[in-house]
């Protein structure tokens, strides 16, 4: 499968707690994505790479929150000290330019 | 934030009947863009159109976009059972960098 892949599928932590998900993108793409959905809602933007540069970061994404893409291949999410309010689904893409492929979501937990 | 907001929330047909679904939003755009989501493959890309372009077409899609009415819509001809997901809008300002989500349809195909 060569689409984009996400790790894990689901998190569950408890309240204070550190959580890292990992994405790798389509491996041609140059640019990657992370998204956050909650139920009902649709995605709202987090952060952008193009290559191993974060280009552009959403007021959503707090101190909490840090995103990397070494050597400009897979990216990493981290969310230090959760809250519940960070329950949700995590989405990355990857795009080659205009459309956007996703890849099937981290759905976090946080009790 | 969502850029805006597609109509109906909510939509419940038969089998072989059309569905439309309508996004409006709230700034200029570079180009707009249809996703489907369901369960078993996340978030799918649908059609891309451009802010030139009035109307295009792909299989039993059909997406039209009024830029002086900030608005888009989608046609689903002769649905089928598998066309049952949530539809989103989603609006790229320019860049190639985020893509910001309408709230969605939800469209339930029956047999």
């Known amino acids: 499968d060569t689409g984009v892949s996400q790790n894990p599928r689901h998190k569950i932590t408890k309240r204070g707690q550190n959580v890292t998900f990992r994405c790798d993108p389509i491996s041609e793409h140059n640019r990657l994505y992370w998204y956050r959905q909650t139920l009902g809602q649709g995605p709202e933007f987090l952060t952008y790479?193009?290559?191993?540069?974060?280009?552009?970061k959403s007021r959503l994404l707090s101190d909490r929150f840090s995103a990397e893409r070494p050597k400009g291949s897979f990216s990493t999410l981290e969310i230090q000290r959760t809250e519940q309010g960070d329950s949700a689904m995590y989405l990355c893409?990857?795009?080659?330019?205009?459309?956007?492929?996703f890849g099937p979501g981290t759905r976090l937990t946080v009790l | 934030s969502q850029q805006g907001e597609e109509d109906p929330q909510a939509l419940s047909i038969q089998e072989g009947e059309n569905a439309t679904m309508n996004c409006s939003y709230k700034?200029?755009?570079?180009?707009l863009q249809w996703y489907r989501q369901n369960s078993g493959r996340g978030l799918v890309h649908l059609i891309l159109?451009?802010?030139?372009?009035r109307e295009k077409h792909s299989g039993r899609l059909r997406v039209t976009l009024d830029t002086s009415k900030k608005s888009s819509s989608l046609l689903i001809t002769a649905s089928r059972a598998a066309d049952t997901a949530s539809y989103f809008c989603a609006t790229d300002k320019g860049g190639g960098n985020k893509l910001t989500f309408g709230t969605g349809t939800q469209l339930k195909v029956e047999l």
């Open positions: 790479f193009q290559n191993e540069a974060q280009l552009e």
């Open positions: 893409a990857s795009s080659p330019a205009g459309e956007q492929f």
């Open positions: 159109i451009r802010s030139n372009e």
């Open positions: 700034t200029s755009i570079n180009n």
